[in-house]
């Protein structure tokens, strides 16, 4: 499904192939998500609790970070400063958070 979203979004020339060769990157994506998941809690079942609340937590950050990075981007554009420095300050600081945090571990 994602190899046929990339097909479609490389030749479409119309705006509903582009939009369907969406729908099947969302689709296919939204699917690969459930399949590592659940590989991952079958991988060690004795620690399937931390397991399931590592990924819940990634996927709350790569559902939270791209909206985060499109408001700054559009608060840049808007102050007519270069759009891509918001999305690297969201992630530069967001880098630096991790930073700080994996020295008390």
């Not at 490389?10 to 296919?28: D, F, K, Q, R, S």
């Not at 399931?52 to 808007?78: K, R």
Request: with cysteine; aromatic share 10%.
């Amino acid at each position: 499904m994602l190899a046929l979203s990339m097909l479609l979004m490389a030749v479409g020339n119309t705006a509903w192939m582009l939009y369907l060769a969406l729908a099947l990157a969302g689709i296919g994506n939204a699917n690969l998500c459930i399949i590592v998941f659940t590989r991952v809690l079958r991988s060690d079942p004795a620690h399937e609790n931390e397991l399931a609340g590592l990924m819940v937590t990634g996927l709350f950050g790569a559902m939270l970070f791209p909206l985060l990075m499109g408001f700054a981007s559009d608060a840049f554009v808007l102050l007519g400063w270069l759009p891509t420095l918001g999305a690297i300050l969201v992630m530069g600081l967001a880098s630096l958070y991790l930073l700080a945090f994996t020295k008390r571990l």
